[in-house]
């Protein structure tokens, strides 16, 4: 496993879009391996793959207390609710922002194996995958601020929250 480097605003792989993985193997696996590696140097809770700028639909997931997860092609097919978050990025280091994200949310996708996953999340983990999901049309949380005075600036190390 490998830290790859993180891909930090305003870098142009952040603002495109994705591609399906055609077929799961090795370099696949490498990939799911280097991202998790990398997500946890950086203390975050959830990675996508354009972040160390490969443009495949992968993101993994690590909730604190939890083992790391990784998503193949995942989708969201449902979302319900809506309630305001605070939300940081590691591909934006050093702010925070206040927006309003689903109550739940439930996603299917692969798992690493190539098993058909569906995931009914709450909280945290439906805050992440929407937020990781995001990174994989090109989009961040900074697209969904109201106005710029939800933008904070806070001090990196205090982000345990970044994804
Ligand atoms: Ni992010």
Do not use: F
Not at 35 to 60: D, F, H, K, S, Y
Not at 69 to 93: F, Q, T
Request: one cysteine or more.
């Amino acid at each position: 496993m490998v830290v790859r480097q993180l891909r930090l605003l305003p870098d142009a792989v952040l603002r495109k879009k994705a591609k399906r993985v055609p077929a799961i193997d090795k370099s696949v696996h490498r990939l799911i391996d280097d991202m998790i590696e990398t997500m946890q140097q950086a203390n975050g809770v959830g990675l996508a793959a354009p972040q160390i700028g490969v443009l495949l639909r992968v993101v993994v997931l690590q909730m604190p207390e939890e083992e790391p997860v990784a998503i193949i092609n995942p989708e969201i097919v449902k979302r319900s609710g809506e309630r305001e978050v605070v939300e940081g990025c590691l591909s934006l280091p050093g702010y925070s922002g206040e927006i309003k994200r689903s109550n739940s949310v439930i996603v299917k996708g692969l798992d690493r194996q190539g098993k058909a996953i569906r995931i009914r999340a709450t909280g945290l983990r439906a805050q992440a995958l929407e937020h990781e999901l995001d990174h994989l049309r090109g989009s961040l949380y900074i697209d969904h601020l109201e106005s710029e005075d939800k933008l904070h600036q806070i001090e990196p190390e205090t982000d345990n929250r970044g994804m």
